[in-house]
Structure formats: structure tokens, C-alpha cells
């Protein structure tokens, strides 16, 4: 967990280490890999921020399997991992809708079927997940352990040094 007074630059490093953001100076690694490599860390990382970017006209289903694309899935790989995480996010039912009529709920709970599409080793979050009202999330899919441990468990940022920073979930 990170906290930090406004200003802080939580945000700046949370986009940094998601590859969206260049650093200014020292290493980052995640899992051995140097944050320069963008690709890669985008394939083993997932990013939640407090106002994800979404298109208001998709359907939820449309969005993910868009994202999917965005992250290298293929699409039989999407069309499986969109239906199990609209299951696991409680949206099924809602998945054809456009993105433009789901309550600030269910937006926040797409954002969090978006950042685990790519099965990430190391999930990345400006939201707090204890906005989102556990049952919204289906209890009965075996994945909300993974989702646990995943997201609020397992994922602590160390800061080794002032100019390193390691990741090894």
C-alpha cells in the first residue's frame, strides 16, 4: 500500500510504474523486468486509476474485449476472459448496456474486470477497493480469492531506495 499527501506524486509513480509515465531519473524493475520495457511490464501489470478512461457508447462486453485486444489477447482468449470477469464483477446481466447508463459502481467494477483481463502478476490501483461493496462481486465464482489476494493482499510497493524501486509480487 502507498499513501502519501496531495501532491505527493502517487499518482505519477503509480502511472510510472504501469509504463504510462516516463521516469525522470533511477531504476525501476517489476519482476526482474526494467521499466523501460513497456510492453512487457503492461503484459505482467494491471492498472486501476480513481477515473479510468472508457468509451461511453460501448457495452461493457465491448470495452473489455477492446482492452483485451489492447493488451495482445487473442480472441478466443478475450471472448473467455470478458464472460468470466463480467461474471466475477456481478455485470453479466448488464454487459450489453452502454457503458454511459452503469451507476458509479459498476463503472468502478468494469475498471477492475479491465485490470485483471491479462491475468497480471502485479495489480496497480489509485481506487480504494473498499468503495466497492463486496456484494457486488459474485461470491460464488472461485476466482474472488484471486481476486483477493491479487489486489488487496499481495500488492505492497517497496521503495528500496530514493532512486530504486524493486516489485517481486
Same mark, same amino acid.
Given at each position: 500500500?502507498?499513501?502519501? +499527501?496531495?501532491?505527493?506524486?502517487?499518482?505519477?509513480?503509480?502511472?510510472?510504474?504501469a509504463?504510462?509515465?516516463? !521516469?525522470? #531519473?533511477?531504476n525501476?524493475?517489476?519482476c526482474? =523486468?526494467?521499466i523501460e520495457k513497456?510492453?512487457?511490464?503492461?503484459s505482467?501489470?494491471?492498472?486501476l486509476?480513481?477515473?479510468?478512461?472508457?468509451?461511453?457508447?460501448?457495452?461493457?462486453?465491448d +470495452?473489455?474485449?477492446?482492452? #483485451?485486444a489492447?493488451?495482445?489477447?487473442?480472441?478466443?482468449?478475450a471472448?473467455?476472459?470478458?464472460?468470466e470477469?463480467?461474471?466475477?464483477?456481478?455485470?453479466?446481466?448488464k454487459s450489453? !448496456?452502454?457503458?454511459?447508463?452503469?451507476?458509479?459502481?459498476?463503472?468502478?467494477?468494469?475498471?477492475?474486470?479491465?485490470a485483471?483481463?491479462?491475468?497480471?502478476?502485479?495489480?496497480? #490501483?489509485?481506487?480504494?477497493?473498499c468503495?466497492?461493496?463486496?456484494?457486488?462481486?459474485?461470491t460464488?465464482?472461485?476466482?474472488i480469492?484471486?481476486?483477493?489476494?491479487? =489486489? =488487496?493482499?499481495?500488492?505492497?510497493? !517497496?521503495? !528500496?531506495?530514493?532512486?530504486?524501486?524493486?516489485?517481486?509480487?
Open positions: 500500500v502507498y499513501s502519501g +499527501f496531495l501532491g505527493a506524486g502517487k499518482t505519477t509513480l503509480m502511472k510510472t510504474l509504463a504510462l509515465h516516463k !521516469k525522470k #531519473s533511477g525501476i524493475t517489476i526482474g =523486468i526494467p513497456a510492453k512487457a511490464i503492461r505482467i501489470t494491471g492498472y486509476p480513481q477515473d479510468f478512461g472508457y468509451y461511453p457508447d460501448f457495452s461493457g462486453r +470495452f473489455l474485449m477492446y482492452m #483485451s489492447l493488451k495482445g489477447l487473442s480472441k478466443k482468449e471472448c473467455k476472459k470478458t464472460e470477469l463480467l461474471e466475477l464483477v456481478n455485470l453479466s446481466e450489453g !448496456k452502454k457503458i454511459k447508463t452503469y451507476s458509479g459502481g459498476m463503472k468502478q467494477r468494469l475498471g477492475i474486470a479491465q485483471l483481463l491479462n491475468e497480471p502478476k502485479l495489480n496497480l #490501483s489509485l481506487y480504494s477497493l468503495a466497492v461493496y463486496i456484494t457486488e462481486i459474485n460464488n465464482n472461485p476466482i480469492n484471486k481476486i483477493k489476494n491479487a =489486489i =488487496i493482499n499481495n500488492n505492497t510497493v !517497496k521503495r !528500496k531506495t530514493s532512486t530504486s524501486i524493486t516489485i517481486n509480487p
